[in-house]
């Protein structure tokens, strides 16, 4: 299985950061790496796909950038309502895998 | 746009069989691929499988030996069975429409916690 890493587990910022989690695939998987949004107690929102394509609707302030086996997903300037969770996953092989996660918290 | 709601028993005993139903409205389920993923408490997201509204099925290999997904057309459902569940296996479990031609997964139902207990 191709093993998705990211960092860091949790990241305290404030309204107007500009921030960057990282993902990390245990084997190369070209672009094929989603990133999703995840609030409590909800489902997760495709954000990105094709490790750079912004999904329909989605603010552009949120960036995916990367190939190989590294990856990044920016928000230029954090808002109030992009505090959660936030995913990788890759869609290379056939498990089809997730990151742990990365919490972003309110500084 | 399409909305997605699982259904199901919520307290399932150890070693028993979980089923799940996930009903599709706002759309129809033909022509797309439909998919099933979990979040145990507290913790990330796991692809349990897919199928397509022809009947064809993918499963994650972790899991291939005790899953079963099927598709009902004339209902507008799709269904998960996993057979001898543990513990282990208590989780948020999500429907969920697969993009197609690409393996990610575009809406999400609510998701319905399934907790494995005697």
């Known amino acids: 299985d191709i093993q998705m890493t990211q960092s860091p587990s949790t990241l305290s910022a404030s309204v107007g950061d500009r921030v960057t989690i990282t993902c990390r695939a245990s084997?190369?998987?070209?672009?094929?790496l989603a990133w999703y949004q995840q609030k409590p107690e909800k489902a997760p929102k495709l954000l990105i796909y094709?490790?750079?394509s912004l999904e329909g609707g989605v603010p552009s302030r949120f960036s995916g950038s990367g190939s190989g086996t590294e990856f990044t997903l920016t928000i230029s300037s954090l808002q109030p309502d992009d505090f959660a969770t936030y995913y990788c996953?890759?869609?290379?092989?056939?498990?089809?895998?997730f990151g742990q996660g990365t919490k972003l918290e309110i500084k | 746009q399409v909305q997605l709601q699982e259904s199901g028993p919520g307290l399932v005993k150890p070693s028993e069989t979980l089923s799940l139903t996930c009903s599709v409205s706002?759309?129809?389920?033909?022509?797309?691929?439909w998919s099933w993923i979990r979040q145990p408490p507290g913790k990330g997201l796991e692809w349990i499988g897919y199928?397509?509204?022809?009947?064809?099925?993918n499963y994650n290999p972790s899991l291939e030996s005790r899953v079963s997904i099927s598709v009902d057309t004339s209902k507008n459902q799709f269904s998960l069975k996993l057979s001898s569940v543990t513990a282990a296996d208590t989780a948020v479990y999500y429907c969920?429409?697969?993009?197609?031609?690409?393996?990610?997964?575009?809406?999400w139902g609510q998701g319905t916690l399934v907790t494995v207990s005697s």
């Open positions: 969920a429409r697969r993009r197609v031609g690409v393996v990610i997964f575009e809406n």
């Open positions: 706002g759309g129809s389920i033909s022509g797309y691929y």
């Open positions: 199928t397509y509204y022809s009947g064809s099925t």
């Open positions: 084997e190369s998987i070209s672009s094929w």
């Open positions: 094709k490790a750079s």
């Open positions: 996953q890759q869609y290379s092989s056939s498990s089809y895998t």
